[in-house]
């Protein structure tokens, strides 16, 4: 071998890598799909750039964009090899050797309290779960930069890197050979190789082929016709042999073969690459759709997804989507929500993926969307750069965030314990509706935040949002309600959507602010999450009817006939306050109806920032 340099794991891999070859999971089986994901993310690359760059695919095998699987019973290695984008040097130290990423040190925290070895490929660390089975492996790559090197790590806090002279060259890709446990023997059976590939890996857009014992029809001499001097005329009988051939000899004689069934070494294709967003929804499975949002969220929990909307744009921009609402918010959602790239949405230009880095397919508030688009629409070669400036992304933006909302309001609608109406909600109690109870509760306790942020950043959707609001108020009961059905119980002459803000209920409800509005028996909204004072400062009014903070200046419930008569009575000790208090805090010392039991309070101007929001905006400078 030329000369082998070595390398020391970062030290937080190097722990990860620990973990990972001293586990006693019981699930080992992960480690395929994450070879085969990635073999895949390679593959996706060099077909990417292949678009502005032919030359890049090279030739012959080259050019065959697939997964080859094998196994060697004998030296107890599966290997695994993909004509991707391949790894120069460089790469393998970076991207073998260091995490990038953040959020792997969460990982590291949940894996060492007993976490989920199952959902190490959202963490970008998937390529390690190869230890689970190999304590020895070797990755094998080109790149077309580079010339072929080898990686190798025993797992003991360092791996090797040196140029390979030794191993058949690739052409350009990657192989990665295991060399597996004593324990880890089944993965050399084929049986369950295959079962792994079709269990996990069915929606790879690449054929997979493993090296199999298969059967196979071969042809043969026919017994009675084994004579010396036959190899001529057997050989114008293979299939091979054209059709003039052929009848030339049809007149002297009957062929002389037979077809028997041999085993034999072949390459056997495990998938079919249907994609399944071509296919009409009406054919797709729940069962296929949960599948489909596991594989490309990376998340192989056992939760389902919340929701998802699949479903063909046609017009001038022709596309289709599939939506998935996920069953679960990440722990980061909203941590450097202005400045992290986070689009979950992959985008494919006619079935070629292009990216899941494109930032412009949906607000940020909707960023929590898994899913995908291929649009028919866009052009296929261009950079990357042209096709984030193109103008029908404007379009498939929009018509997305359409069918995003469209798609959460019908979680809405579906859910029983949502209803408006009364009579269908004891009707729906008794029904098979069961399983849709209580759902938009869930998703309101994990994405409810981006809906607000949503009504403040989307003043073109803000009405839709704002449908999908929900919150406690006076009369709720400990029950989220909506915006619709406060307003259907409004009382007549009501105008106003009456709330008020604040660190808590139990807070809330002292409030001198709410005596009299009890007492007369209005609802009030209660808000009670700091996002809701700025979401307030968006929301002016709802089905026309405009909100009012009853802590604010300006409340009105309805006219007092003796308005006129206390103000006359009271001018004189008004005029008292006014002068008393008369310093910058005070503006004004004013009679008012809003009380019941408390003889005075302290109300902020109608264009001033509540008391609530004062305390929100210390408590961020502080
Ligand atoms: P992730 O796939 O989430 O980035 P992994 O730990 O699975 O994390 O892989 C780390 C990195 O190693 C990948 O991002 C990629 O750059 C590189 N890599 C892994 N496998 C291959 C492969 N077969 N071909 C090219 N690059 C690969
Ligand atoms: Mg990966």
């Given at each position: 071998?030329?000369?082998?340099?070595?390398?020391?794991?970062?030290?937080?891999?190097?722990?990860?890598?620990?973990?990972?070859?001293?586990?006693?999971?019981?699930?080992?089986?992960?480690?395929?799909?994450?070879?085969?994901?990635?073999?895949?993310?390679?593959?996706?690359?060099?077909?990417?750039?292949?678009?502005?760059?032919?030359?890049?695919?090279?030739?012959?095998?080259?050019?065959?964009?697939?997964?080859?699987?094998?196994?060697?019973?004998?030296?107890?290695?599966?290997?695994?090899?993909?004509?991707?984008?391949?790894?120069?040097?460089?790469?393998?130290?970076?991207?073998?050797?260091?995490?990038?990423?953040?959020?792997?040190?969460?990982?590291?925290?949940?894996?060492?309290?007993?976490?989920?070895?199952?959902?190490?490929?959202q963490?970008?660390?998937?390529?390690?779960?190869?230890?689970?089975?190999?304590?020895?492996?070797?990755?094998?790559?080109?790149?077309?930069?580079?010339?072929?090197?080898?990686?190798?790590?025993?797992?003991?806090?360092?791996?090797?890197?040196?140029?390979?002279?030794?191993?058949?060259?690739?052409?350009?890709?990657?192989?990665?050979?295991?060399?597996?446990?004593?324990?880890?023997?089944?993965?050399?059976?084929?049986?369950?190789?295959?079962?792994?590939?079709?269990?996990?890996?069915?929606?790879?857009?690449?054929?997979?082929?493993?090296?199999?014992?298969?059967?196979?029809?071969?042809?043969?001499?026919?017994?009675?016709?084994?004579?010396?001097?036959?190899?001529?005329?057997?050989?114008?009988?293979?299939?091979?042999?054209?059709?003039?051939?052929?009848?030339?000899?049809?007149?002297?004689?009957?062929?002389?073969?037979?077809?028997?069934?041999?085993?034999?070494?072949?390459?056997?294709?495990?998938?079919?690459?249907?994609?399944?967003?071509?296919?009409?929804?009406?054919?797709?499975?729940?069962?296929?759709?949960?599948?489909?949002y596991?594989?490309i969220a990376k998340d192989?929990?056992?939760?389902?997804?919340?929701?998802?909307?699949?479903?063909?744009?046609?017009?001038?921009?022709?596309?289709?989507?599939?939506l998935f609402v996920p069953?679960?918010?990440p722990?980061?959602l909203?941590?450097?929500?202005?400045?992290?790239k986070r689009s979950n949405l992959k985008?494919?230009?006619?079935?070629?993926?292009?990216?899941d880095e494109f930032d412009?397919l949906l607000?940020?508030?909707l960023m929590f969307l898994m899913g995908l688009?291929?649009?028919?629409?866009?052009?296929?070669?261009?950079?990357?750069?042209?096709?984030?400036?193109?103008?029908?992304?404007?379009?498939?933006?929009?018509?997305?965030?359409?069918?995003?909302?469209?798609?959460?309001?019908?979680?809405?609608?579906?859910?029983?314990?949502?209803?408006?109406?009364?009579?269908?909600?004891?009707?729906?109690?008794?029904?098979?509706?069961?399983?849709?109870?209580?759902?938009?509760?869930?998703?309101?306790?994990?994405?409810?935040?981006?809906?607000?942020?949503?009504?403040?950043?989307?003043?073109?959707?803000?009405?839709?949002?704002?449908?999908?609001?929900?919150?406690?108020?006076?009369?709720?009961?400990?029950?989220?309600?909506?915006?619709?059905?406060?307003?259907?119980?409004?009382?007549?002459?009501?105008?106003?959507?009456?709330?008020?803000?604040?660190?808590?209920?139990?807070?809330?409800?002292?409030?001198?602010?709410?005596?009299?509005?009890?007492?007369?028996?209005?609802?009030?909204?209660?808000?009670?999450?700091?996002?809701?004072?700025?979401?307030?400062?968006?929301?002016?009014?709802?089905?026309?009817?405009?909100?009012?903070?009853?802590?604010?200046?300006?409340?009105?419930?309805?006219?007092?006939?003796?308005?006129?008569?206390?103000?006359?009575?009271?001018?004189?000790?008004?005029?008292?306050?006014?002068?008393?208090?008369?310093?910058?805090?005070?503006?004004?010392?004013?009679?008012?109806?809003?009380?019941?039991?408390?003889?005075?309070?302290?109300?902020?101007?109608?264009?001033?920032?509540?008391?609530?929001?004062?305390?929100?905006?210390?408590?961020?400078?502080?």
């Open positions: 071998r030329s000369s082998v340099e070595r390398f020391e794991f970062q030290a937080e891999v190097s722990r990860l890598m620990d973990i990972i070859i001293n586990s006693l999971y019981s699930n080992k089986d992960i480690f395929l799909r994450e070879l085969i994901s990635n073999a895949s993310d390679a593959l996706d690359k060099i077909r990417f750039i292949s678009l502005t760059d032919k030359e890049v695919l090279g030739e012959g095998d080259d050019t065959k964009l697939e997964i080859k699987i094998k196994l060697d019973k004998e030296n107890k290695i599966l290997s695994i090899r993909d004509r991707g984008v391949g790894m120069t040097k460089e790469d393998l130290i970076k991207n073998l050797g260091t995490i990038a990423k953040s959020g792997t040190s969460a990982f590291m925290e949940k894996m060492q309290t007993g976490g989920d070895l199952n959902l190490i490929g963490f970008g660390v998937g390529f390690y779960s190869v230890y689970l089975v190999a304590d020895y492996v070797e990755v094998i790559s080109k790149h077309n930069d580079d010339k072929q090197y080898v990686w190798e790590s025993k797992a003991d806090g360092a791996f090797a890197i040196s140029e390979d002279t030794y191993n058949e060259p690739l052409g350009r890709g990657t192989e990665i050979r295991l060399h597996l446990k004593e324990e880890a023997a089944e993965y050399l059976e084929e049986s369950k190789l295959k079962d792994l590939v079709q269990k996990y890996s069915e929606f790879i857009n690449f054929p997979i082929y493993v090296w199999a014992n298969k059967e196979v029809d071969v042809e043969v001499p026919a017994e009675d016709d084994e004579s010396s001097d036959d190899e001529d005329k057997r050989r114008s009988r293979t299939p091979e042999s054209t059709d003039d051939e052929e009848k030339e000899n049809e007149d002297e004689q009957k062929p002389k073969t037979k077809t028997v069934k041999e085993t034999a070494y072949d390459w056997e294709r495990l998938n079919d690459v249907k994609a399944i967003w071509l296919r009409s929804p009406k054919e797709v499975t729940e069962e296929e759709y949960t599948k489909f596991r594989s192989f929990g056992d939760e389902k997804p919340m929701a998802w909307s699949h479903f063909n744009a046609e017009g001038d921009v022709e596309f289709k989507a599939v069953p679960k918010a722990n980061d909203y941590e450097n929500y202005y400045t992290a985008l494919y230009v006619r079935r070629v993926f292009i990216s412009e607000p940020k508030y688009v291929d649009s028919d629409t866009l052009p296929l070669n261009v950079s990357r750069e042209m096709l984030q400036q193109h103008d029908s992304l404007k379009t498939i933006k929009k018509k997305l965030i359409r069918k995003a909302l469209d798609m959460i309001r019908k979680l809405a609608e579906e859910d029983p314990d949502e209803s408006h109406d009364k009579d269908k909600k004891e009707e729906d109690e008794s029904n098979e509706n069961d399983e849709k109870r209580g759902q938009y509760t869930k998703f309101w306790n994990e994405f409810g935040k981006s809906i607000k942020i949503g009504i403040i950043e989307d003043s073109a959707n803000r009405n839709r949002l704002a449908k999908l609001l929900r919150f406690e108020t006076t009369k709720s009961d400990g029950k989220l309600t909506s915006l619709d059905q406060y307003i259907s119980r409004m009382k007549s002459g009501q105008k106003d959507i009456f709330y008020i803000t604040g660190t808590s209920k139990e807070q809330l409800e002292k409030s001198p602010f709410l005596e009299r509005l009890k007492k007369k028996n209005f609802e009030v909204i209660f808000f009670t999450d700091p996002a809701d004072e700025y979401l307030m400062q968006y929301l002016m009014d709802y089905e026309d009817k405009k909100f009012q903070n009853v802590s604010k200046e300006g409340l009105k419930l309805g006219k007092d006939s003796n308005d006129k008569e206390m103000k006359e009575s009271f001018k004189e000790l008004t005029k008292w306050w006014k002068e008393t208090l008369a310093s910058e805090d005070v503006d004004d010392v004013k009679i008012s109806n809003r009380l019941a039991d408390t003889p005075c309070v302290v109300v902020t101007s109608k264009y001033g920032w509540s008391s609530n929001m004062e305390r929100i905006m210390q408590s961020q400078t502080l």
